[in-house]
């Protein structure tokens, strides 16, 4: 079960700098699409979703893109932070609410 | 801020034990769920709970598995005999009615070691 594909394990980015982070999906049903941060040794946290009927949304540092013709999403942070090192998680609604994970990107923000 | 909470932080048991792990969350809160994760793997979701009623489980969820809201602030996981593959972390999550499509608020999780 592949549904949702996050390629890159890990990401080093300078810091100020922009990181992107990708994300691709098979299932064509899903209707939203979310990204989760997630400290060690905490739960995941809620950072940012986008319906599907739309191609952007942006909030603060960070905006998310949906291209729906290559399933895919990605993740804009700019300016990057030593505070946004994380992993993070992309993430797709199948149902009610039933939340189906990628694998995770570990991004690490260099000073 | 309200948060959700989860005990044990780590468990260790034996293979065929019965393990609870507990969690309470957000009070205002009425749909409840646990996800697991593997080590190295990616978070899976087991079930989500509402109106004191399984309504969607995963193919991982087995008879082994239970869930229980046996009080109206707890909202628990049992696994009936652990087995080795059991070992993960456990993550509970809740959400209100109202709140952003898909914002699940989860606790930190349960460490759970099967020997």
């Known amino acids: 079960d592949q549904q949702v594909k996050q390629n890159s394990p890990s990401l080093s980015v300078q810091e100020g700098r922009i990181s992107i982070l990708n994300c691709d999906y098979t299932?064509?049903?899903?209707?939203?699409f979310l990204w989760y941060k997630k400290y060690p040794a905490e739960g995941p946290t809620f950072l940012i979703s986008i319906s599907s009927i739309k191609d952007k949304n942006e909030d603060g540092r960070f905006t998310v893109f949906l291209n729906k013709s290559a399933k895919h999403l990605s993740l804009h942070i700019v300016p990057s932070q030593p505070g946004d090192s994380a992993v993070y998680f992309c993430?797709?609604?199948?149902?009610?609410?039933?939340?189906?994970f990628g694998q995770g990107t570990r991004l690490t923000i260099n000073p | 801020e309200p948060e959700v909470t989860q005990t044990p932080s780590h468990q260790v048991t034996q293979m065929g034990q019965e393990v609870i792990l507990r969690c309470v969350p957000i009070s205002n809160h009425l749909y409840f769920y646990w996800y697991r994760q593997i080590l190295g793997q990616k978070v899976e979701f087991l079930v989500s709970?509402?109106?004191?009623?399984?309504?969607?489980k995963s193919e991982i969820f087995d008879d082994q598995f239970s869930v229980e809201r046996p009080d109206g602030s707890n909202f628990t996981l049992k696994i009936r005999s652990t087995k080795l593959e059991d070992s993960a972390m456990y993550f509970c999550a809740s959400r209100g009615i109202w709140g952003r499509t898909g914002e699940l608020f989860f606790g930190e999780g349960s460490r759970l070691t099967v020997l």
């Open positions: 993430a797709a609604i199948q149902g009610a609410q039933k939340l189906v």
């Open positions: 709970f509402y109106n004191n009623e399984i309504s969607e």
């Open positions: 299932n064509s049903m899903f209707d939203y």
